[in-house]
């Protein structure tokens, strides 16, 4: 058995950066760091090239009548700047009290490296264990996992096999409160550029006779929210279903209030749809959001010019029976109606992903058919978690989005349990990410028994 905290911080040090071609050599050592550690543990490891980074696939068989679990994580990481922001450099790991800071620490490579360590322990354990495991690591989840569809639909006959997917690339409020996600969020994400004369000009020489394309551009992203904070675009939310009852009572016991996120946030107040709490819009109701915007002169001082330019990045989160199709063709339609005809525009489209939702067994609402190995694998992580954080899991749907969540349903058939194991202080994608080690810890025992559980009670007739 490895020492899980030594580990992580070698799996840090190596700077997998996928979205940056300058740090191919860091994708290549936490790929191999990675797929070496699981040989190590017993796993027959197979690096499958994709057309970017290579998926690691790496198995422990045995008989058909076992259960089959699919462990996902990924191995890349995002940009580390700003730089000048981290209290130490981001790629050189640092135990401080009981965090460990570095990026990639809570997003994923902490995380990921739970679930291995947890299965090293249990096979030591148990090395005649009844489970088929493999492992399913990437290295482009965070730039949208382009490759990862085909992939699976290339591997699906193998894949398909296996009865659940487990991972943990989702987050919890507190260390003493652990959420089972049950749906996330759905994407689509485009960017509108707003062009008015051929070149930038003089604001006194021209001004006055021509749209800004910086007017027409705010005046647009404007009209796309109405004052009540709805999405202002006829037929976004005609997809969207009611909320569970079931769901709004684990949300009830979420035990932040809205005072607390409030104050977490920093901002003097809320701005949500009208009826909605803050907690219930960021997981009940789709969004659109303004990710970026800029045009003209951006330096110190003035230069008086009407840009020829202007631009806007935008994306929407989508929830259950939303699809990313409809959703980008409704938007679009409304912007070109919008669109003044003084000016020319264009969109361009960027990565999307579908929402995810999955009930868990014993609700009113659960689906009928469900595989008895999916809900022995609920079961063993509701007991797990209450057992090893002394409080039962909150079921709750995420506002994030991890979009080959809904591939791996699509394409495999499989749902997922998704176990949060980052918090909201580990600050995944900003300076001086960290990953609480206690939540490790506990992390490492209550995924040695869930899988010990969906082992002896999931078996296949």
């Given at each position: 058995?490895?020492?899980?905290?030594?580990?992580l911080?070698?799996?840090?040090?190596?700077?997998?950066?996928?979205?940056?071609?300058?740090?191919?050599?860091?994708?290549?050592?936490?790929?191999?760091?990675?797929?070496?550690?699981l040989?190590?543990?017993?796993?027959?490891?197979?690096?499958?090239?994709?057309?970017?980074?290579?998926?690691?696939?790496?198995?422990?068989?045995?008989?058909?009548?076992?259960?089959?679990?699919?462990?996902?994580?990924?191995?890349?990481?995002?940009?580390?700047?700003?730089?000048?922001?981290?209290?130490?450099?981001?790629?050189?790991?640092?135990?401080?009290?009981?965090?460990?800071?570095?990026?990639?620490?809570?997003?994923?490579?902490?995380?990921?490296?739970?679930?291995?360590?947890?299965?090293?322990?249990?096979?030591?354990?148990?090395?005649?264990?009844?489970?088929?495991?493999?492992?399913?690591?990437?290295?482009?989840?965070?730039?949208?996992?382009?490759?990862?569809?085909?992939?699976?639909?290339?591997?699906?006959?193998?894949?398909?096999?296996?009865?659940?997917?487990?991972?943990?690339?989702?987050?919890?409020?507190?260390?003493?409160?652990?959420?089972?996600?049950?749906?996330?969020?759905?994407?689509?994400?485009?960017?509108?550029?707003?062009t008015g004369?051929?070149?930038?000009?003089?604001?006194?020489?021209?001004?006055?006779?021509?749209?800004?394309?910086?007017?027409?551009?705010?005046?647009?992203?404007?009209?796309?929210?109405?004052?009540?904070g709805?999405?202002?675009?006829?037929?976004?939310?005609d997809?969207?279903?009611?909320?569970?009852?079931?769901?709004?009572?684990?949300?009830a016991?979420?035990?932040?209030?809205?005072?607390?996120?409030?104050?977490?946030?920093?901002?003097?107040?809320?701005?949500?749809?009208?009826?909605?709490?803050?907690?219930?819009?960021?997981?009940?109701?789709?969004?659109?959001?303004?990710?970026?915007?800029?045009?003209?002169?951006?330096?110190?001082?003035?230069?008086?010019?009407?840009?020829?330019?202007?631009?806007?990045?935008?994306?929407?989160?989508?929830?259950?029976?939303?699809?990313?199709?409809?959703?980008?063709?409704?938007?679009?339609?409304?912007?070109?109606?919008?669109?003044?005809?003084?000016?020319?525009?264009?969109?361009?489209?960027?990565h999307?992903?579908q929402?995810?939702?999955v009930?868990?067994?014993?609700?009113?609402?659960?689906?009928?058919?469900?595989?008895?190995?999916?809900?022995?694998?609920?079961?063993?992580a509701?007991a797990?978690?209450?057992?090893?954080?002394?409080?039962?899991?909150?079921?709750?749907?995420?506002?994030?989005?991890?979009?080959?969540?809904?591939?791996?349903?699509?394409?495999?058939?499989?749902?997922?349990?998704?176990?949060?194991?980052?918090?909201?202080?580990?600050?995944?994608?900003?300076?001086?990410?960290?990953?609480?080690?206690?939540?490790?810890?506990?992390?490492?025992?209550?995924?040695?028994?869930?899988?010990?559980?969906?082992?002896?009670?999931?078996?296949?007739?």
């Amino acid at each position: 058995m490895f020492d899980p905290i030594s580990a992580l911080k070698d799996f840090i040090r190596h700077p997998s950066v996928s979205a940056d071609p300058a740090f191919r050599e860091g994708m290549h050592g936490a790929r191999d760091f990675i797929a070496g550690l699981l040989g190590r543990i017993g796993f027959a490891v197979e690096i499958v090239p994709t057309p970017l980074h290579p998926v690691i696939l790496a198995e422990r068989t045995g008989p058909a009548e076992w259960p089959h679990v699919i462990i996902y994580g990924h191995y890349d990481v995002q940009p580390a700047d700003p730089l000048n922001l981290w209290t130490t450099p981001a790629f050189l790991p640092e135990v401080r009290g009981d965090r460990l800071y570095g990026r990639g620490a809570a997003d994923n490579k902490g995380p990921l490296l739970t679930h291995v360590a947890a299965v090293a322990r249990l096979l030591e354990r148990r090395p005649d264990l009844p489970l088929r495991i493999t492992f399913m690591i990437e290295g482009e989840e965070e730039i949208g996992s382009p490759s990862f569809p085909g992939f699976l639909a290339a591997h699906a006959e193998r894949l398909r096999k296996a009865d659940f997917v487990l991972l943990s690339d989702t987050g919890s409020p507190r260390e003493d409160q652990i959420v089972i996600t049950c749906g996330l969020r759905g994407l689509v994400l485009f960017d509108l550029e707003v062009t008015g004369a051929r070149t930038d000009l003089h604001s006194g020489l021209h001004g006055g006779v021509l749209r800004n394309p910086i007017q027409a551009l705010a005046e647009l992203c404007a009209s796309l929210h109405d004052a009540d904070g709805r999405v202002n675009v006829p037929g976004f939310y005609d997809d969207v279903l009611d909320v569970h009852a079931w769901e709004r009572e684990q949300l009830a016991r979420f035990g932040q209030s809205a005072e607390e996120y409030r104050a977490f946030l920093g901002i003097p107040a809320f701005y949500t749809a009208k009826g909605f709490t803050p907690f219930e819009a960021t997981r009940f109701l789709p969004t659109l959001e303004f990710n970026g915007i800029g045009g003209g002169y951006q330096g110190e001082g003035t230069k008086t010019v009407i840009p020829s330019k202007a631009f806007a990045k935008i994306s929407c989160r989508l929830v259950a029976n939303q699809t990313p199709e409809k959703i980008r063709a409704l938007l679009y339609e409304t912007i070109a109606q919008r669109m003044p005809k003084d000016v020319t525009f264009r969109l361009v489209d960027q990565h999307s992903g579908q929402p995810y939702v999955v009930v868990p067994p014993d609700r009113s609402n659960t689906p009928a058919g469900q595989s008895p190995v999916l809900a022995s694998a609920f079961r063993a992580a509701d007991a797990a978690i209450t057992e090893v954080f002394g409080r039962a899991p909150l079921y709750l749907r995420e506002g994030g989005s991890v979009p080959i969540i809904a591939d791996i349903k699509r394409v495999l058939g499989l749902d997922s349990v998704m176990m949060g194991l980052f918090l909201p202080e580990d600050n995944l994608h900003a300076p001086d990410e960290s990953f609480n080690l206690n939540v490790m810890r506990k992390g490492m025992a209550a995924s040695e028994r869930i899988l010990e559980g969906v082992a002896v009670g999931g078996r296949r007739s």
